[in-house]
């Protein structure tokens, strides 16, 4: 199967257009950089940084995704795209596109605001990139399943807590069992690739965290496959 | 002739309501099928089934003899245009900018964008945001739409239904221009003399089959009783029959210059289609 780039860039041209003109949704990604404002005073502390990038993730790449896919199910917009020649492939690519650039034009501004400097500046991009996958995937999957933009942007909050804020949790996996599931999420998993990242160690060492966090993405891009070829349907 | 849509003993339920029960048709290849049938007989589940948007219960369907499982498929899809009531627009932007995104999602030049407007009556509002237009002015975006890459097959669901009668009358033409050349339309409609200046045949569906299918004309002539009406100078209105002695009794009102009109009684397509489903259109 080939893949279209001028379907993929027609898609995304459109979405760019659109966004701009949707404040209700876009705005979203002043609340990293506010964030990013407010710890910037606190110092360069590892913890900090990438609770903004969590934070980042879950709103702006996840939120900005499952609330485009939503307004294109609510306008009866995904029929369209639908029934034209644009493959899965091609359709989901282009509607990521929007998505995935705020959040690297918004991580690149609070990591400026927050004075990040990662050690090794091309691993951890891809190590971010590859967490971005999921992200995306978790909100074309929640905007696949809900009807409207308003019933996605509630459905996802706990899923923005859950991530944008999760691996805080960690501390008290050691007295709350039930919270051990924490220690498997990708935004804790990004945090200690950092870390290790952060002290120098090699590829031997983070594996495990790499190998976590591409399972969350094939998951999640397995169910938003199998939840967008339902769609297709209309019973 | 080559049909284009081979429809076998069709059905669709959902759940414990059954919308088709079993439907079968031709569409031959070039011609207009008017679909017609009251409110919530399956027309516009019909035209799912043949586009992909639903799996038929049971029974088949072939579309360029393609069944219904195999209408994924992408030359499929450049070769149907589907208008239907859950065809929607981006709100944000404008009609052209909504007609670009389907001429790169198709492969067709841009300067399409023109001509398919033209064809629609909305050339000088091709800035307009979508936001911004009356129910009709969609409608005719969304028929724009449809047309932009030239398809062989149409499946048009209430094209009409929000027009005023001059546009509905420009969409008319350019919808008969457009079978002229060679384009095959699957269409539905509750405007009967739509049907009538439209169709080479059309089809009733009710109670979950297709109860006639026929030209028009044919249809009409099927259901006339061949009486006559002839109306007097004196206000009168007499209702004749139409063999001989009919003809004499004209003959002696003609000729005493005593007649206003003279009427053959033939039924509409709605005198038929009230006559099938007992009820009025809705
Ligand atoms: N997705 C669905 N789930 C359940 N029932 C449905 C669904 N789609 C249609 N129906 C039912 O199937 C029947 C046929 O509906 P359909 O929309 O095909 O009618 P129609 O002939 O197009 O009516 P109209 O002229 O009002 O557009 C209706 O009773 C409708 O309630
Ligand atoms: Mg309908």
Request: charge should be neutral.
């Amino acid at each position: 199967m080939t893949v279209s780039m001028k379907r993929i860039y027609a898609i995304f041209q459109k979405d760019l257009k659109d966004l701009s003109k949707n404040l209700f949704v876009s705005s979203i990604v002043i609340l990293p950089v506010l964030m990013a404002f407010m710890y910037s005073r606190m110092g360069d502390i590892l913890d900090l940084h990438y609770l903004i990038i969590n934070l980042t993730l879950a709103s702006v790449t996840a939120f900005i995704q499952c609330a485009v896919i939503a307004e294109e199910k609510e306008k009866h917009t995904l029929r369209g795209l639908m029934l034209s020649p644009a493959t899965l492939p091609e359709i989901l690519t282009g509607k990521s596109l929007v998505s995935l650039i705020l959040t690297i034009v918004t991580l690149v501004v609070c990591m400026m605001i927050t004075g990040y400097e990662p050690a090794n500046l091309v691993l951890i991009s891809f190590v971010i990139l590859l967490s971005c996958l999921f992200y995306l995937a978790l909100g074309t999957l929640l905007g696949l399943l809900t009807k409207t933009v308003v019933e996605a942007s509630v459905v996802i909050l706990p899923f923005m807590f859950l991530f944008g804020f999760g691996s805080m949790l960690k501390p008290l996996v050691d007295d709350y069992a039930i919270l051990g599931f924490v220690e498997y999420l990708p935004n804790t998993q990004l945090v200690e690739l950092a870390y290790k990242i952060e002290s120098g160690l090699g590829f031997g060492s983070l594996w495990s965290h790499l190998a976590i966090i591409l399972t969350w993405v094939i998951v999640a891009t397995i169910l938003t496959i199998f939840v967008y070829r339902k769609r297709e349907m209309d019973d | 002739m080559e049909n284009v849509i081979e429809v076998n003993s069709l059905a669709k339920i959902f759940g414990n309501q059954t919308a088709l029960e079993n439907v079968s048709f031709n569409v031959k290849k070039g011609e207009t099928l008017g679909f017609l049938g009251p409110s919530g007989s399956g027309k516009t589940t019909t035209i799912k089934i043949l586009t992909g948007q639903l799996r038929p219960t049971s029974g088949e369907a072939h579309v360029f003899g393609l069944s219904t499982s195999s209408l994924k498929n992408k030359d499929f899809r450049k070769r149907i245009g589907v208008l239907t009531d859950n065809s929607g627009l981006y709100n944000r932007l404008s009609i052209y900018d909504n007609l670009k995104l389907y001429c790169d999602l198709y492969n067709v030049p841009t300067a399409k964008i023109d001509e398919v407007l033209r064809l629609v009556n909305l050339t000088d509002d091709q800035k307009k945001v979508v936001s911004k237009l009356s129910k009709g002015m969609l409608q005719r975006v969304l028929l724009a739409r449809t047309l932009l890459h030239d398809p062989e097959l149409l499946f048009l669901d209430e094209p009409t239904s929000a027009l005023d009668p001059a546009n509905s009358k420009h969409i008319h033409e350019g919808l008969r221009r457009l079978n002229d050349q060679g384009t095959t339309i699957f269409l539905t409609t509750h405007d009967m003399s739509e049907a009538e200046t439209l169709c080479d045949r059309v089809a009733f569906l009710h109670k979950g089959k297709v109860q006639l299918l026929d030209e028009p004309k044919k249809l009409r002539r099927q259901y006339s009783d061949s009486t006559i009406t002839v109306e007097l100078k004196d206000g009168r209105e007499i209702v004749l029959p139409g063999g001989s002695e009919g003809a004499d009794t004209i003959y002696n009102y003609l000729s005493t210059d005593q007649v206003v009109s003279v009427h053959s009684n033939e039924p509409t397509l709605g005198d038929i289609f009230v006559d099938i489903t007992g009820r009025e259109l809705v």
